[in-house]
């Protein structure tokens, strides 16, 4: 149980060109997501909170009209990266909170590599 | 600042030896540390550790918690190769249910 997906598992776009990336919780709900990035030889870095139904929270120098996040369902958070740029690429992992248990206990998507050329 | 210290950053070693992993951190409103492992895609889950002085373990892993020296040490004995990883500690604070990742620790188990 407990598992979290992404999608796509890898990207390749164009600089200028939006880029949507999901996060799906496939057997639970999870009111609670995490967005982070993670650049080569780096640790994560939380990008924003995700919360159904409501606004998303953003970390501090995060922009948030660059990166779109929608939580609609309580199984699924998206995250768009607009008007990409190279400094973009990255690995942008999520998470999702699990009920029940801890409330610190995340579970993680496998990750995106987003490569803006 | 809540910060979040590991070390060594990297670290080799043969088969069958111990090693052992450092995370310190300096923050209040304290909840619980925790331990990942991360090989080429997500962290995936090892420790929740939030009482002080309570050894975990895992098989060959384990981990202890000095909450009045704010750290914590993963143990890995017997090393085998599947365990060459990048090994994260993250710091959850009471309220924000947020998690602070440390650098990690880049471990290499060499055959």
């Known amino acids: 149980g407990a598992v979290v997906s992404q999608h796509p598992s890898w990207v390749i776009c164009k600089s200028g060109t939006s880029v949507k990336i999901e996060c799906r919780s496939l057997d639970f709900q999870a009111t609670t997501m995490f967005w982070y990035r993670q650049f080569p030889k780096q640790s994560l870095m939380l990008m924003a909170t995700s919360n159904e139904g409501s606004k998303a929270t953003y970390e501090q120098g995060v922009e948030k009209d660059k990166f779109l996040i929608n939580h609609a369902s309580l199984t699924l958070s998206t995250l768009t990266v607009t008007s990409a740029h190279p400094e973009d690429s990255s690995f942008y992992i999520c998470?999702?909170?699990?009920?029940?248990?801890?409330?610190?206990?995340?579970?993680f998507g496998p990750g995106t590599r987003l490569t803006v050329t | 600042e809540d910060k979040v210290v590991q070390s060594p950053l990297s670290l080799v070693v043969h088969e069958g030896d111990t090693v052992t992993l450092n995370c310190s951190y300096e923050?209040?409103?304290?909840?619980?540390l925790l331990w990942y492992k991360q090989e080429k895609k997500a962290p995936t889950f090892l420790f929740m550790l939030t009482s002080s002085g309570i050894e975990k373990k895992s098989g060959r892993l384990s981990s202890i918690l000095d909450k009045k020296e704010l750290f914590s040490i993963l143990n890995i004995t017997a090393t085998q190769t599947g365990d060459s990883a990048i090994y994260l500690c993250a710091r959850a604070s009471g309220s924000a249910r947020q998690l602070t990742f440390g650098s990690g620790t880049q471990l290499t188990v060499l055959p």
């Open positions: 998470s999702a909170l699990l009920g029940g248990t801890s409330v610190y206990e995340q579970y």
């Open positions: 923050v209040t409103n304290f909840r619980s």
